[in-house]
């Protein structure tokens, strides 16, 4: 018996297995994709103002310690922008009946005075102790005068004066020179020595201290003499001045500072 052979040449068998399976339902498609969002915690508001409010903090101190540097200016006392070449100059000093003489050729500048230990310097040039400045390492600056002479009383043969051409010293001050009766007295300064006990102060015959006791006077103690000061406080004082005390009889030198 001979046996029959099928011929499948020209027909697609991928084909037919394709249109097969999708009767049946068998058509598999690929699976969607799943996106993953990641959620982080977020920060809470609290932490975020606690940020805030230290940032504020440093950004402010920061801030005004610049402010405060550079507004804070350098302070400078008694000191003289002159533009010329800064010089102390020896004074020729002699001692003549009770008076220290000192004399320079310089026109400008400050007489400045070491006492060296001389106690009872108590004026110069007029000018009581008690109004002249006193720089920092204990010398008395007394402003320059027409005659470039500087006398100091009381004499003493430890003194020692320059001439410098800085000028530190004060420029109102109360002097020996009288007053007219026109003028209004603003400061009295009286020097005399220890002994007094108390004083009578009259200004155009007006009382001002009656039998004061002398511990009850403004002073400035030297070793054996002693400067009393008395502030007027008005602008209507004028007038002669008269100045007497108990306890001795000893010289009492009046200095007064006043304005037209």
């Given at each position: 018996m001979s046996k029959a052979r099928l011929d499948l040449r020209g027909i697609d068998l991928n084909e037919i297995r394709s249109k097969r399976s999708r009767r049946k339902g068998l058509h598999i498609e690929s699976a969607p994709t799943i996106q993953v969002i990641e959620q982080r915690p977020g920060v809470p508001y609290?932490?975020?103002?606690?940020?805030?409010?230290?940032?504020?903090?440093?950004?402010?101190?920061?801030?005004?310690?610049?402010?405060s540097l550079s507004s804070t200016p350098s302070v400078k006392k008694h000191v003289h922008k002159t533009g010329q070449l800064r010089r102390m100059i020896r004074m020729n000093c002699r001692s003549k009946q009770?008076?220290?003489?000192?004399?320079?050729?310089?026109?400008?500048?400050?007489?400045?005075?070491?006492?060296?230990?001389?106690?009872?310097?108590?004026?110069?040039?007029?000018?009581?102790f008690t109004d002249i400045y006193k720089?920092?390492?204990?010398?008395?600056?007394?402003?320059?005068?027409?005659d470039h002479q500087?006398?100091?009383?009381?004499?003493?043969?430890?003194?020692?004066?320059t001439v410098d051409t800085n000028e530190h010293s004060y420029e109102e001050y109360a002097s020996s020179y009288s007053l007219s009766i026109y003028n209004i007295i603003e400061r009295i300064v009286w020097i005399t020595d220890k002994c007094y006990t108390d004083?009578?102060?009259?200004i155009d015959n007006q009382i001002i201290f009656e039998k004061t006791p002398s511990t009850m006077i403004t002073s400035f103690p030297l070793k054996n003499k002693v400067a009393y000061?008395?502030?007027?406080?008005?602008?209507?004082?004028?007038?002669?001045?008269?100045?007497?005390?108990?306890?001795?009889?000893?010289?009492?030198?009046?200095?007064t500072k006043g304005m037209d």
């Open positions: 609290k932490y975020i103002c606690v940020c805030i409010f230290i940032m504020i903090v440093c950004f402010s101190t920061i801030h005004f310690s610049f402010s009770l008076v220290t003489y000192c004399t320079t050729t310089q026109n400008v500048g400050d007489y400045v005075v070491s006492l060296n230990g001389c106690e009872d310097v108590y004026e110069f040039n007029g000018i009581p720089d920092a390492n204990g010398n008395y600056r007394i402003p320059n005068s027409v500087l006398k100091i009383r009381e004499h003493c043969d430890k003194i020692t004066a004083f009578t102060v009259l000061t008395y502030e007027s406080g008005v602008s209507d004082l004028k007038g002669s001045i008269s100045i007497r005390g108990t306890g001795c009889d000893q010289p009492i030198f009046i200095y």
